[in-house]
């Protein structure tokens, strides 16, 4: 092998080496100085924020890993005496936009749709078209509302977009699921929530849910933590308030009523049905009426329940009352018997018998049943004066009655003086007229003869109830007014009022019925409305042992022959027929009632 030459081998780089040099003392202070200085620092500032700013720090935290919610301002629902719902909250959503933000899942996070993107997707939920809600974006930036009344569900396919730039608001919304059927006794929220009729307005602060703002922390992965709860935090108010009234027959007696009130071209017309052991009601029906889910679109003179608020003169449905106070004074006694002449002068006034006709020497059972007004005056007219208004003050006619209906009002009665120095004014009061009543106030007093002489409170509410739990029937009650001898005597003549005189419409196999019928004047501002009146007819049953009163109204019907028997006793035969069903109400006769089936 050939030698390497001597130039062809490189010589390797001498590491290069430094020389140790001593370093200077004050470089080496400065920087321990530097060191010691940022130490001191670090340790002034964690003593700052663990010694001065802990609480606001820790404050701070709080809100981050807090989520508060703040309550909706939901109010309680209402059912019926069965458990049937009448008014509830719904949640709803407004979908608020803001264009400024628009941006899709997968986007980058700085970019920005154009508003064409995102209606497309919108469209489908919204049940809109894309171009529509273009043109309801416009130009705005931000805050533009594109939907109000969003139930959940469309919500929720929202959210499920995940479009940015999209706000969904939360509120209540008040729903009635019966529509017009309780409209007269509930009433209803306005737009911004106010009620503005019926037990939305009088029981407005019981209906209010309890509430508070919920607070709740959670860790970083989003799990509940369970320190620092409110107490109540998870506290679910599922109290409902619980009607008397029953939507069965409420529907019922509604759909006859607004039948009726047709056929006559009346001008309105109203049905109760009243437990008489203890006041509660279990139909309050009226007509024309409204639907409280679009209130908007009627008259607000439909908001008022007429058979609570507006007064009128009862006439002949009134008798049966009349001749319990003449028996409780003992001025008259069951076997007695009046002259009638068919015409009567009183005090320079003439009065008639309906019918112009004279009926000569009756009893008064047959008085009720011809619905003699010259007989009623002869009755009453042995009674003194001051004793029948005593009476007619102590039945509290001229005072509201204690009820829980919203708007009851009081009635008119003519001063003692007046009513002692003017002799018209007990002849008129004998059948019903010269004073003035609620139709409420009016079964309210049947109800005195129904349930042996107690006056009960009338009343639509049996209070709030947890969760699906009923509320029991309301215990007998009531002041004393009359004796059982003497409302049993007065239900026997209406008794046979039914079974032979014009309440012989309602007269059904195998049931004892009671009734009196009633066509009276109506009068505006003291004076009589010529042709104008009110049919009326008032049922008690059973007889045996009565439990209800039925009263049907009609005002200002059409046509010569409206009378109580004609116009009244009709609906009140369909709601008699369809409670004793309902409330499973035994035969009083079931010998009769088979004979009637066989037939």
Known sequence: MRAKSSSSVRKRPRPRVVPLAQVPANRLWIVFLILCTGLTGLIGRMAWLQLVQTGALEARARRLQTQTSAPLGTRRPIVDRTGRLVAMDEKRFRLWAHPRYFN??????????????????LAA???RSAESLRDELGNRRSGVRLAEGLDPETADRIRGLGISGLDLEAYPQRIYPQGSLFANVV??????????????QSRHDDLLRHEQSQRLRRGADGTPLPDDLNPGAFYG?????????????????????AAQVSTWKAKKGAAIVMDVTNGE??????????????????SPARFREWSVQDLYEPGSTFKPINLALALEEKAIAPDDRVHDTGRITIGGWPINNHDKKANGLVGLARVLQVSSNVGMVRAMGRMKTDVYWDWMNRLEIDQRPDTDLPGAVAGQLK???????????????????????????????????????????????????SGGALAPPASPSGRKLLSPEVAATVLSWMESVVEQGSGVGVKTPGYRIGGKTGTA????????????????????????APRYVVFV???EPQGAHAYGSTVAVPVAKQIIDGLLVIEKISPSKPAELNKTLMS
């Open 553 to 555: 109204a009609v005002d």
């Open 104 to 121: 899709l899942p997968g986007d980058d996070p700085g970019r920005v749709r154009p508003p064409e993107d995102v209606v497309t997707l």
């Open 125 to 127: 939920p919204l049940a």
């Open 187 to 200: 009433g209803f929220l306005n737009d911004e929530r106010v009620p503005q009729a019926g037990l939305e």
């Open 521 to 544: 004047q109506k009068a505006l501002n003291g004076i009589y409305l010529p042709g104008a009146k009110i049919c009326s007819f008032v049922a008690t049953l059973p007889i045996e």
């Open 237 to 257: 108010d599922d109290l409902r308030l619980q009607l008397t009234l029953d939507a069965r027959l409420q529907e019922l007696a509604a759909k006859a009523l």
């Open 415 to 465: 001063s003692k003086e007046q009513f002692i120095t003017h002799p018209i004014e007990p002849a008129t009061t004998a059948f019903g007229q010269g004073f003035a009543l609620t139709p409420l106030k009016l079964v309210q007093l049947h109800a005195v003869l129904a349930n042996g002489g107690r006056l009960v409170s009338p009343h639509i509410t049996r209070g709030f109830r």
């Open 281 to 298: 009601l279990l139909v309050l029906a009226s007509t024309p009426t409204y639907d409280p889910n679009r209130y908007w679109r009627f």
